[in-house]
């Protein structure tokens, strides 16, 4: 099974930062964040790895060349425009290959053991959800014995972790340009195809300079 990192954001909202390097690569704890996501990878069995990236992406490309320190193997999907989630997925796709594979935001800091998703997938996708941290209090999706829904109470909705499993199957019909994943996956919903999970341990979006600092704290705890 490979994986996908999605490292194609610029990062604004932590700026100055992401003025001069990309989001991926700023560091917590000393350690770029997508270098978190890579040894999580590896230690979870995956060898084969697939980035996207956009703003600044050839220092992505030029820190982590080919993997091979990580004991992976990298190749790149870059974008000159921006293309969204959906869109950066299915530029993507003939990395990616005809089956299942993982899909991770690179602004995302976890502690999430990803060996439990290499199982065979069941449907068209598999979330990871995560407790509603205080900046998304209202959170996206309902996790009802195994699936995953759209509608329901607001009170028992989840925040989707930016992590998952997905096939290729979900993109079909879709052309190359920018668009979003969320419809696909509410699409996929509506048919009862999306399963789920809700995530044990520690995980930050890393949007802010504050959360930055919440994942230094973590580190530090850990350490």
């Known amino acids: 099974m490979k994986a996908m990192i999605l490292a194609a954001g610029k990062g604004e909202r932590m700026r100055p930062l992401t003025l001069t390097t990309p989001k991926p690569l700023i560091r917590a704890g000393g350690v770029p964040l997508i270098e978190y996501h890579l040894r999580a990878l590896a230690k979870a069995g995956f060898t084969d790895i697939v980035i996207n990236h956009a703003w600044l992406g050839e220092q992505i490309e030029d820190h982590l060349g080919d993997g091979a320190r990580f004991g992976l193997s990298i190749r790149y999907s870059p974008e000159g425009e921006p293309l969204e989630t959906g869109g950066g997925i299915l530029r993507a796709m003939p990395l990616l290959g005809e089956d299942a594979f993982v899909v991770v935001n690179g602004d995302v800091w976890t502690d999430y053991d990803f060996s439990s998703l290499r199982k065979p997938l069941e449907g068209l996708a598999h979330l990871v959800l995560v407790d509603n941290p205080a900046h998304h209090p209202e959170g996206d999706f309902i996790l009802i014995d195994g699936k995953v829904q759209d509608e329901g109470a607001a009170a028992d ?67």
């Not at 419809?183 to 341990?201: F, I, N, Y």
Request: with cysteine; hydrophobic share 40%.
């Open 157 to 223: 909705k989840l925040t989707y972790s930016g992590i998952a499993v997905l096939h290729p199957a979900l993109f079909d019909g879709c052309t190359e340009g920018a668009f979003r994943l969320a419809p696909l996956l509410r699409k996929a919903m509506a048919e009862g195809r999306v399963s789920g999970e809700r995530l044990q341990g520690h995980w930050v979006d890393v949007g802010t300079h504050e959360r930055l600092a919440q994942v230094e704290t973590l580190i530090e705890a850990s350490g």
